[in-house]
């Protein structure tokens, strides 16, 4: 795919997907913009929608021991995405880096209240959270510099690994004891590339495990590792965890590796895999230098399409079934 083209599911719905048609398409869109004015239409119509609400809070753990390969991107992105079509979502920042927390222009400064004081110090979530700018139906819980002892202090406390669980327990037994306040329809948690402490919390805590994959060499090593992890955990500590979803994260269609990785994350997870690819695009990693997830900073960029469509994946996925009541 070139820097021009719209992605794949985006073509494909609107030509009935022949290729033919959709090459038919990119002629159309001849010029830089012709092609940003349809790709900005495009963002603004599928805005107006209000995606299904899932049956209960979902909780969704974004983890991959692995650096750099778009946890925090995916987590902003994709809270960004389903909160800008009606539903309510919590994002927790439990990486010291405190990357999710900049990119949804929320203070982290050292001192700022933050997770920190959730999981050593007793305070609830909902003395923490601050609410975005871009919409008051996405909440963040920052994560500031304290957080980088935490996984040494903990070790000496009871209950180490179910910290956050019971954060978020309460958290969500509040608002459904609060007739004045909304039920969360997502909670989206960040987690730091270890497999410490914090991401263990977040994995007791969660229900789901969305795991970003980079589209590069080695993108399946270690894999494994995070694997028996979720297995662990499941069998001790957190029965009803799963790997729910994988995203395939900075692809880059000029090279022949991308595709190779792609199938070979397809064959492994099969299912899991959303259609939707994040291709890799600049506007993606210049976002959050501007305290903006993309969504907002660049809406018809292809990284913005690509989590978009993702989002919208993940909720259809995920919406109650007929029979079961939505939040
Ligand atoms: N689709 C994309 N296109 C271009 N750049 C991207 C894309 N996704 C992520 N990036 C950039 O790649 C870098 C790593 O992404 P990100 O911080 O989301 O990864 P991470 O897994 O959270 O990293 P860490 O393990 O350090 O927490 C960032 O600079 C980010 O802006
Ligand atoms: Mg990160």
């Known amino acids: 795919m070139t820097e021009s083209e719209l992605p794949a599911a985006d073509v494909s719905r609107e030509t009935g997907g022949g290729p033919s048609e959709a090459v038919s398409r990119e002629t159309t869109f001849d010029t830089p913009i012709m092609r940003e004015a349809a790709q900005a239409v495009h963002v603004m119509n599928v805005r107006q929608e209000q995606w299904p609400r899932p049956a209960t809070t979902r909780i969704l753990t974004v983890a991959n021991q692995k650096g750099g390969v778009g946890k925090t ?5 994709i809270a960004a995405a389903l909160a800008l079509h009606g539903l309510r979502v919590l994002v927790i920042d439990l990486d010291p880096q405190g990357n999710a927390s900049t990119a949804l222009g929320i203070d982290h400064t050292t ?3 933050s997770i920190y004081d959730v999981l050593l110090g007793g305070d609830s979530l909902a003395d923490v959270a601050a609410t975005t700018e871009m919409t008051p139906t996405l909440t963040c819980v920052p994560a500031t510099l304290d957080l980088a002892g935490a996984d040494i202090e903990l070790t000496s406390q009871v209950a180490r690994e179910y910290r956050l669980q019971r954060a978020v327990t309460a958290h969500l037994e509040a608002l459904a004891a609060d007739p004045d306040a909304a039920p969360l329809d997502y909670v989206l948690i960040d987690c730091p ?5 914090l991401t263990l919390n977040a994995l007791v805590a969660g229900r789901e495990v969305l795991i970003p994959i980079q589209c590069e ?3 399946l090593e270690g894999l494994a590792q995070l694997l028996n992890t979720v297995e662990l955990v499941k069998s001790h500590l957190n029965p009803t965890l799963a790997v729910s979803t994988v995203l395939l994260t900075m692809y880059d269609s000029r090279t022949r590796l991308a595709d190779q990785v792609a199938d070979e994350v397809r064959n492994h997870f099969g299912e899991l895999v959303l259609s939707s690819v994040i ?3 600049v506007r993606v990693s210049e976002a959050p230098g501007f305290g903006q997830t993309v969504m907002t900073y660049d809406a018809g960029s292809r990284g913005a399409i690509g989590y978009l469509e993702a989002a919208r994946e993940l909720a259809e996925r995920g919406k109650a079934e007929p029979g079961e009541n939505a939040q």
């Open 73 to 77: 991107t995916t987590t902003v992105n």
């Open 111 to 113: 001192g700022t209240p």
């Open 193 to 197: 590339p270890s497999l410490g402490l």
């Open 217 to 219: 060499y080695y993108a």
């Open 279 to 281: 291709p890799r695009n």
